[in-house]
Structures are given as structure tokens and as C-alpha cells.
């Protein structure tokens, strides 16, 4: 499996941004696809989920600002992100979460999203 990550970029606050994560190769078992971002000096930390079921979880900070969606026909995840702060600026990864009896993670490598005030 490999996740592509693109759609980051420079915006003002308060502008919205889409990201998506293209993804190739087999999609089995039970999974999560989720978004994780790593500002700069901070640990990675999870934004947001959505499970097969599509069931959804968001921090708190992002909580109604920030849509986690997914279309599994084209095997992509998406984050659209309304209402930009600065503080949202960090490099955003897509994961997806594997579990076939083992929990396998697959990770991809980040797109940087800045936002000025």
C-alpha cells in the first residue's frame, strides 16, 4: 500500500483548504483512514478519523472546522479544512490503519499546510 498526500499550501486565516490522499494497492480488513499533523518543536498529534463505517472523530480543536471524508471507489481520503488559524499550521500526513489480525500502518509522507494571519 502507498498514500499519496497533496492539496497543502500557504492560505490567510479564516480560507479553507482541501487535502487528499490518493492511495494504491489492496484495501482489506478492518481500517481507519485518518489525518495526523506535526507542527514544528510538537509532536504528531490526530485530527481526525473516519472508519468504514464511516463514523467520524475530530479533536477538539478542529471540531467544526475540519470534514474527514473518504470515497473508496478512487481509494482517496480527503480533509477539507474551513476557518484556518494560524495555529492549524503544521505538515499534515494521511494514514490508514490496518487490521487483519495483525495492525499493520501505512503512512503518507506530508503536506505542509501554513497559515497566516
Known amino acids: 500500500v502507498q498514500l499519496q498526500a497533496f492539496g497543502g499550501g500557504s492560505v490567510q486565516a479564516g480560507e479553507s483548504l482541501k487535502l487528499a490522499c490518493a492511495g494504491f494497492?489492496?484495501?482489506?480488513?478492518?481500517?481507519?483512514m485518518r489525518w495526523y499533523r506535526q507542527a514544528p518543536g510538537k509532536e504528531r498529534e490526530l485530527v481526525a478519523a473516519i472508519a468504514g463505517d464511516d463514523s467520524t472523530h475530530y479533536v477538539d480543536s478542529v471540531k467544526g472546522r475540519f470534514t474527514i471524508s473518504r470515497d473508496n471507489a478512487k481509494n482517496t481520503l480527503y480533509l477539507q479544512m474551513n476557518s484556518l488559524k494560524p495555529e492549524d499550521t503544521a505538515v499534515y500526513y494521511c494514514?490508514?490503519?490496518?487490521?487483519?489480525?495483525?495492525?499493520?500502518?501505512?503512512w503518507g509522507q506530508g503536506t505542509l499546510v501554513t497559515v497566516s494571519s
Open positions: 494514514n490508514y490503519y490496518r487490521w487483519d489480525g495483525s495492525a499493520t500502518n501505512f
Open positions: 494497492g489492496s484495501f482489506y480488513g478492518i481500517s481507519l
